[in-house]
């Protein structure tokens, strides 16, 4: 099936760089990215044109760190540093998902919310329910989200009700993967953290992913008392990273939430491993976990996404994360002695899409051979004193957008807004 949008197209080419067509057409073949056009080619002339008029139509978001069963803990404990706060408020929560029927009306409402607000590609966090863990996986098929889900695992350090034996935790994983059969939501391995692992488990996790070929994702160097943690459980690990390293789990399907405080060290290796850090610019203030290097880090050349952290993070649109992204930037500048420069707007929303069409093996923006993912955006009731291009318009929609502007959002060319 061919499907042709038309409007100002607007996505993230190069790093920095948008590229806009205005009253342009978007062409996708099944789902996959045909063309972007100023004039419609002649073979397409007797097509159906969906004609946005002069509405935004650009990428939609990639969310590549969230947790789920936080969904229902959104803005809780937010005065408490991460450690205190997982033990009051998170786990305690996340226990909740033992009952299938909440987990059903959190994560149908949930994966809704997603679609609403344009994210139509996640790597998530779950909790350590199996059952819970499929049906979320459902639901987010269901709603036309795509992407990775992982079963959490922690068979130490959680309490009494959100904790595995390692053998279960072990079970539990290998179940979970013969029954996870979607179309575009796959699993990923998900030691929730260090301190919530022991090495036993940790080595088991490494090796189902390696016989499996599945990506990982993890949390790491996110807070100061918790790296202390780290480094006492791991004594023989000169740093957090060696933690994962040790058990294979560290290579270019990794994702790392947070890393604020990673040393110099850790960033070379991320960067020789292509391991990818994922910023949580919201998370790390709200939990006052730090202000992360991110604009160093992409300079650097690491591969830096970009994730909700919910509910580290207070809210799931990714249009805010990506300004969140650059006031933590700006922060990290001043912090800096304005030595090290903050991220532009198209800098920022560049990390929120196409830096993630890298880890689901795509070309950046609206290339030719990617999935069509995209959302169309009607800023019609901004007020503005002047007319402004669609560069000032699209730019100041990160930061500013009137209830339902998002009309209409696009997952893998399915139309699922
Ligand atoms: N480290 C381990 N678990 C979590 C979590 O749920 N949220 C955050 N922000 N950090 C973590
Ligand atoms: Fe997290």
């Known amino acids: 099936m061919t499907l042709i949008l038309k409007g100002n197209i607007i996505s993230a080419e190069k790093y920095g760089e948008l590229n806009i067509i205005e009253n342009g057409y978007l062409i996708a073949n099944d789902g996959i990215i045909e063309g972007m056009y100023q004039e419609l080619p002649k073979q397409y002339e007797n097509y159906d044109i969906i004609d946005y008029g002069d509405k935004l139509i650009m990428q939609s978001f990639s969310d590549m760190h969230l947790h789920a069963p936080q969904y229902p803990m959104l803005g809780m404990g937010m005065d408490l540093p991460l450690l205190d706060w997982l033990n009051t408020y998170t786990f ?32 998530m966090f779950s909790s350590l329910h199996k059952d819970a863990t499929l049906i979320l996986m459902e639901e ?38 013969k029954k996870a059969n979607f179309k575009h939501i796959k699993p990923i391995i998900t030691p929730r953290f260090t301190p919530s692992c022991t090495n036993e488990l940790m080595e088991t996790l490494g090796k189902i992913a390696k016989e499996n070929n599945l990506p990982i994702q993890s949390h790491l160097s996110e807070n100061t008392n918790e790296i202390k943690w780290v480094k006492q459980l791991h004594p023989d690990c000169p740093e957090y990273f060696d933690t994962y390293q040790k058990y294979g789990m560290w290579n270019n399907k990794t994702l790392m939430a947070h890393c604020v405080h990673s040393s110099k060290r850790e960033l070379q290796s991320m960067k020789d491993n292509g391991v990818y850090v994922v910023h949580c610019a919201s998370s790390n203030q709200n939990l006052m976990s730090g202000v992360a290097q991110v604009k160093k880090m992409v300079d650097n050349g690491l591969n830096v996404v970009i994730g909700s952290d919910i509910a580290g993070g207070d809210h799931m649109s990714m249009f805010d994360c990506v300004a969140d992204t650059i006031r933590a930037s700006k922060a990290r500048n001043i912090l800096d002695n304005w030595e090290t420069g903050f991220l532009t707007v198209s800098q920022a929303f560049y990390l929120a899409t196409s830096a993630a069409n890298k880890f689901f093996d795509e070309l950046p923006g609206f290339a030719k051979g990617n999935k069509l993912n995209c959302l169309v955006l009607d800023d019609s009731k901004l007020i503005s004193a002047t007319k402004l291009s669609i560069k000032e318009r699209f730019e100041r929609c990160i930061y500013n957008r009137e209830d339902g502007a998002i009309v209409s959002v696009y997952s893998e060319g399915r139309k699922v807004y």
Do not use: C, H
């Open 140 to 177: 987010l098929e269901n709603a036309g989200v795509t992407g990775y889900v992982g079963k959490v695992n922690m068979d130490r350090n959680g309490g009494k009700d959100l904790e595995e034996t390692t053998q279960e935790s072990i079970d539990e994983t290998i179940d979970w993967l």
């Open 92 to 123: 305690p929560v996340e226990a909740n998902f033992k009952n299938t029927d909440f987990a059903r009306k959190v994560y149908k409402e949930l994966a809704q919310k997603l679609i609403k607000n344009g994210t139509t590609r996640v790597a």
